[in-house]
């Protein structure tokens, strides 16, 4: 472990490996042959049957309360990153398309479609009915920018719990 935090005070992230990077920030860890296939193909979370089924149903619990006027509205997954909930939420009887938006800046590989667009951009470009975020950046709330945000005949939200909670 020491040899991990005498690179990291040492050297540049940049001049490190990823192996070294991971190791100076969260201990010791066991580096197997999934992990380096994980870190490969750009896999972060692993989706089960069961989660997949689960968030669609709530999906369509949450769509089938909006106001009829929202229906033909999209969901949009911002900092959709490879694109990997969306693909697997269009697979399932939603309402409407699950429309996957990333900002690119973690260059990761997208094995599934991924529209490049910013938070900002996507929620102006498709006025979502429904707004997915798995991967908000630490230390930052997209939501800010996206209230208040126009909710047909309801008015608009001004509150961080109704835009989660709709």
């Known amino acids: 472990m020491r040899k ?20 100076a920030e969260f201990g010791p860890v066991t580096f197997s042959a999934l992990f380096a296939f994980a870190e490969k193909y750009s896999i972060y979370e692993v989706f089960n049957r069961e989660y997949i089924s689960a968030l669609s149903e709530y999906l369509v619990e949450r769509h089938a309360l909006l106001p009829s006027e929202l229906h033909d509205r999209p969901i949009v997954e911002v900092a959709a990153g490879s694109g990997r909930l969306s693909h697997f ?56 920018s996206w209230r208040p945000f ?4 309801l008015g608009f939200c001004k509150s961080i719990l109704a835009r989660w909670f709709i």
């Open 89 to 144: 939420l269009n697979q399932c009887k939603l309402p409407v398309t699950v429309i996957a938006t990333d900002d690119g800046s973690w260059t990761l590989n997208q094995p599934f479609p991924v529209e490049n667009l910013s938070h900002e951009r996507a929620i102006a470009k498709y006025e979502p009915a429904i707004v997915i975020c798995s991967w908000m950046p630490e230390n930052m709330d997209f939501t800010s």
């Open 4 to 23: 991990y935090i005498i690179n990291a005070l040492m050297y540049s992230a940049e001049a490190r490996s990823f192996e070294d990077n991971y190791r």
């Open 150 to 153: 126009n909710l047909g005949n």
